[in-house]
């Protein structure tokens, strides 16, 4: 198998290569994740100490999902946030979830990469340039060019999170 990253079609050169860094990684997670029982999707680690597979897919979808909006130059409508999620409880931790499976969560993470795709097919390369707010308090400045790059770099982040979690389940089962 040939690795390599690829415009889409009706995308810029640049703005493609971006977009199927996020699209490759997202493919990843749907491997990784393959096969999983609803218990270990919902398995919090030793001693529940951890966030589960189905937390951190959620605030990955979230996360991507804001910066979807904020690509389009939009604000994130009251009912996506409602739908999707918040960022974080009232503890500051990713808000608990339990019992939706994999398959609903992967779905509903597809439909953010279709928003994506579509919202990327507009863009054109000085529009990477952009800068736009971010951060929990939109504190943090970026290019849409950084935040296409971050999106594919957050959800490698947490696949780490999920593989650990994966050894400690199989471990413990």
Known sequence: MLYDLHGEANMLQIVGILYSTVKENSQRLQSITAGMSQEEVDYQG???KYNSTAQLIKHIMYVDLNWVYRIKGKPLTDSLKEQYGPMIDENDRLPM???I????LMDQYEGVLKTLKDTCTHLTDADLDKVVTFGHENEKKATIRWGLWHMADHNR???AHINQL???YRENI
């Open 101 to 104: 499976a994999l398959n609903t």
């Open 97 to 99: 979830i339990k019992g």
């Open 46 to 48: 030793p001693n529940n």
């Open 166 to 168: 994966r050894k400690w």
């Open 157 to 159: 982040y947490h696949q």
